[in-house]
């Protein structure tokens, strides 16, 4: 009982720090493909809500789209960490994400009595979508080839003015990864990419990537070789040195780009580890990997040192 009230009260400043605030929290379809880790999600967003945080949920949904895929006798193509969408893999992304899994997801944010809606990026113009050309792509392996991604939409704009007034309402949003433009396609749009651009265009506090994995590691194959804390320069030689690969590459540059775009903070983290988001947010020793701007880094090294 004192363990718990101590943690309440050392909670308090995070509370009273972001009371009000954004965060952009995405889920990876690892994590939501399991009911226990989905309903775990769903209990912890309903306490940031109640405490006042505004949340905008974004998710993907891969491993759920290559199953669908596969019953319906369609193999998935992935390149560098991203889903190559032709005609009948757009169909398989357009049951899968905005189908059973955000369905599935509303329904455990009501079972947490959070009010959640759901919406795609094709909803009230959020994602307004071009379709990415061919282009030559690095695979994990170094090597570079052109490839054609399909119906994958690059994002031209993002119109948050749903969002604000669902936030606004006291509604949590829900975003599935699919976006249009005005001549009425749809495009497939990677997750993390979603979310990085909504954490911009709302001006989010926190970006929260939860995936399958436990953070950043520096070796691929040892989950106890987490980076706890790093800027772009750090990634890139991670990078380069192949202990980034490919799904975590798209996760990883996303975050970057949003801490560049003025997002406070970016996290990746073990969407799958009790309470994961919530020590993140409210102890200051965390889980998972912080990716900051260089700027940012050396500001919390010197406050380290000064306590």
Same mark, same amino acid.
């Given at each position: 009982m004192i363990e718990g009230i101590a943690g309440l009260k050392g909670a308090l400043g995070y509370v009273r720090a972001y009371r009000g605030r954004t965060f952009v929290v995405k889920a990876g379809g690892e994590v939501l493909?399991?009911?226990?880790?989905?309903?775990?999600?769903?209990?912890?967003?309903?306490?940031?809500?109640?405490?006042?945080?505004?949340?905008?949920?974004?998710?993907?949904? #891969?491993?759920q789209a290559t199953a669908l895929g596969r019953r319906l006798g369609v193999e998935p193509t992935i390149v560098a960490g991203r889903r190559v969408t032709d005609d009948a893999q757009l169909e398989i992304?357009?049951?899968?994400? %905005?189908?059973?899994?955000?369905?599935?997801?509303?329904?455990a944010l009501r079972h947490s009595h959070v009010p959640a809606v759901g919406l795609t990026g094709v909803d009230a113009d959020l994602l307004t979508a071009t379709?990415?050309?061919?282009? @030559?792509?690095? #695979?994990?392996?170094g090597v570079l080839?052109?490839?054609? *991604? $399909?119906?994958?939409?690059a994002i031209e704009s993002v119109d948050i003015s749903i969002l604000l007034t669902l936030l606004g309402a006291g509604f949590v949003p829900v975003v599935s990864s699919l976006a249009g433009d005005a001549e009425g396609n749809v495009y497939n749009v990677n997750a993390d990419t979603v979310a990085e651009k909504l954490a911009v265009a709302l001006k989010a506090a926190k970006l929260l990537v939860l995936t399958g994995a436990p953070g950043v590691l520096r070796d691929a194959s040892d989950p106890t070789t987490v980076v706890s804390f %790093?800027?772009?320069?750090?990634? @890139?030689?991670?990078v380069r040195s192949g202990?980034?690969?490919?799904g975590m590459r798209p996760k990883v540059e996303a975050c970057v780009?949003?801490? @560049?775009? $003025?997002?406070?903070?970016?996290h990746i983290?073990? #969407?799958?580890?009790?309470?994961?988001?919530?020590?993140?947010? *409210?102890?200051?020793? #965390?889980?998972g990997t912080m990716i900051v701007r260089r700027k940012e880094q050396e500001a919390y090294a010197d406050a380290e040192l000064a306590g």
């Open positions: 493909g399991d009911k226990r880790t989905r309903d775990a999600l769903a209990a912890q967003v309903g306490l940031l809500h109640s405490l006042g945080i505004r949340c905008v949920l974004v998710h993907g949904g #891969g491993p992304a357009k049951m899968a994400f %905005a189908g059973t899994v955000k369905v599935d997801l509303l329904a379709r990415r050309p061919p282009r @030559e792509v690095a #695979g994990d392996d080839s052109v490839v054609d *991604f $399909g119906h994958v939409g %790093a800027d772009a320069a750090d990634l @890139e030689t991670l202990a980034i690969s490919g780009r949003a801490a @560049e775009g $003025g997002v406070e903070r970016t983290l073990d #969407g799958r580890t009790p309470d994961a988001l919530l020590l993140e947010v *409210f102890t200051g020793a #965390g889980c």
